[in-house]
């Protein structure tokens, strides 16, 4: 990713998330770079950028965030159950 611009990433990053709803952690991943980059690329970038995909993207992770109690209460049960079966 290293010989694109800042924009393109951030482009790409924003319709990596508008494709496959992936929060800023997994996308972070998958491509390689901080968390803290991703967030600053599609939050205050991107904005600049595309006002249009940052809305949409925006959306994406307004979901991913209100949804993260939920997806972290699961991963603490699964958690408890592999402790409690080995």
């Known amino acids: 990713m290293k010989s694109i611009s800042i924009e ?7 319709q990596y998330i508008i494709d496959t709803g992936d929060t800023v952690r997994g996308t972070a991943k998958k491509f390689g770079i901080s968390k ?14 595309n006002k249009v995909l940052a809305l949409q993207v925006r959306k994406i992770l307004d979901e991913n965030k209100a949804e993260r109690h ?7 049960k699964l958690k408890y159950r592999k402790d409690k079966a080995g």
């Open 8 to 14: 393109e990433r951030a482009i790409n990053l924003a």
């Open 36 to 49: 803290s980059t991703v967030h600053k690329d599609v939050s205050e970038r991107l904005v600049v950028i």
């Open 70 to 76: 939920i997806r972290g209460g699961m991963a603490t």
